[in-house]
């Protein structure tokens, strides 16, 4: 099996073999700039090689392997075989074995599946302990021997202080975790996973997994990741670049969907209405409602002759279109080449010949009757029309037409001012007009806060492609937030994606857990509660005589700890905390960050300190929910600070900490 200096020498040859690696893409590159063969070919093989030396260039310093197999004798395809894994595959020298094995790698799912039970032809199982990049400890599991018992090492890698943005989980998957990320590109999966259990991280190793499974078809396809706010994204953007994928795009749903400024803001009962279905409806009856009924013939100039075309002809050729349900901006498309083609049908019949530019002549001919029958337009144009109040068509109720419509509309659509909520509609009627970029694969995260219009947008993206949903129904806070998640995913246009819930966090101590499981049954959703793997952390409830103070001593101490520091605050209380908290030298930095309650799903703090939980729970219609999320930051510690009563659904619990 080899010593520590052993596997420390070894760390030698992979640094030399990553050298290598990277010399020889530098060298393809030259190569590559006066490759024969098409231009096309070569810009796409150089583009490609220039990528592939810049990924390398950048790699994230780190260990170059977690974990190591030895297989044993009876193995029918490994025996006797050894191999490290790592995040990325490392060539051999002279185009020997590869020195490690990418964690994706079908031998390198043993590593994550074995045990005891099963040893799956491992003989020894061995993980590695890391100081930054120097390797410091290893421990083994003799699984042929029945040897499997609580790893040390594992422990360490999961509860150690979380600085920074999230990191890669490769050297920890479960072997739950591992079958959501494996399991095949066709399936669409949602993952209901409470706080720390690890769904964000799944989804991201899912992304990476299916890219290298996957690649050729997914590069032409293309990779989403959605997430909630940018907060969010920034958190989790170095996760991907550290497993070796660069080329995945990441972004929020909003900044997906932006072809417009957002510069005003709806009301909540607006809203409501705004990213209810119905809307789907309403403004599909606006856009097809400017589709006309031909009335005359057409008559197109043809030299000193003029085709003509029945005002008989002219429904069929309109009506068969309508029924063919195509995109809007197709379909006028398909009306103007039969028009054409009945007309080509009669100068055929007259011996003329239909060339390309006498078809380019009489389809300009055309343009003015299509302009009538099937007009060309804008989604800002519909929705312009539908804001104002021109298209009432019974699928709203008089007090909902109201909520939406402007009292004082806007002189002309250029003039309008667009809410977040518009963003969708545009989008909606974007995809009437012509279907929008489909991807290969979307991870959604933050999926239980998505409106039924915001997962239409969702659906058009994926409509051939597949999801990967990750959310928790408990965190559900906006005023459309998912019951279900079976439903859920049908707006997604994925009604048979399986839905499998993740119960054991990895992430948040026990202490905390009970304390957010209490909150379960006050929020009315149907969610296991969660087991924690940690039986470490701390949780302390603490009365102030005034909440300022309170705060500004409960992060003094929190900073004399290891790791990041979060105060989480009703929004209306951000301000006044972090002033406090700079009077007395304690400055927002990379360690210490004061946010607000609503910008919290989706991050994670070492020590976490929940200012004023009845200000959370009071701030919104969904306030418990909002708690819940406060709550289940921390992974490592929590302190819940608070002036006024504690919320009757909390407090109990609380004194009983």
Known sequence: MGTLEDEKQYVERCTAGLRRMLEGARDNVIVGESVAGDRYSAERLGRHLKSLAKELSEEPEGPPFFGRLDFGQDSAEHSGRAYHIGRRHITGEHGGPPVVIDWRAPVARAFYRAGARDPQ??????????????????????????????????????????????????????????????????????????????????????????????RQRLERSGVLVLGPNRAFLGYISAVLPALGEMEVEQTTLERLLATVPVTAVDSEAAAIVKHDARMAEVLRRALYGRIGKPVEPVAVPDGSYRWRVTEEELRRIVDDTRRESLPYGVGRERVQARVVAAIRRQAEARGQTANAAWTRRIARGVTPFLDAVWPAVKPAEVLYGVLRGDTACGVLTDAEWAAITWAKPPRSVKTAKWTAADLVLLDEVAGLIERPRGYGHVILDEAQDLSPMECRAVARRSEHGSLTVLGDLAQGTTPWAASSWPERMALLGKPDGQVIALTTGFRVPAAVVELANTLLTALDVQVPATRSYRSDGRLRVTEAAGLEKGVVEAVREALAF????????????????????????????????????????????????????????????RGLNRLYVALTRAVSRLDVVHARPLPPQLSRSAKAS
């Open 121 to 214: 032809g491992v003989a020894v199982r061995r993980r590695f302990g890391w100081s930054g990049t120097t390797l410091t400890s290893f421990e083994d599991e003799r699984l042929e021997q029945g040897e499997e018992g609580k790893s040390r090492i594992l422990a360490a890698e999961i509860e150690r202080p979380r600085v920074g943005p999230m990191r890669d989980i490769v050297a920890t998957i479960q072997p739950e975790q591992d079958d959501l990320v494996r399991a095949d590109l066709d399936a669409s999966i949602c993952v209901q996973g409470a706080p720390g259990t690890g769904k964000t991280a799944v989804g991201l190793h899912r992304a990476a997994y299916l890219l290298y499974a996957h």
């Open 562 to 621: 290891e790791g990041s520091v979060g105060v989480i605050a009703a929004d209306a209380d951000v301000e006044a905390l972090t002033s406090a908290l700079g009077d007395e030298g304690l400055k927002a930095d990379g360690r210490l960050s004061v946010q607000p309650a609503s910008l919290v799903k989706g991050l994670e703090y070492d020590h976490v300190i929940v200012a004023e939980p009845a200000a959370i729970a009071e701030a919104e219609r």
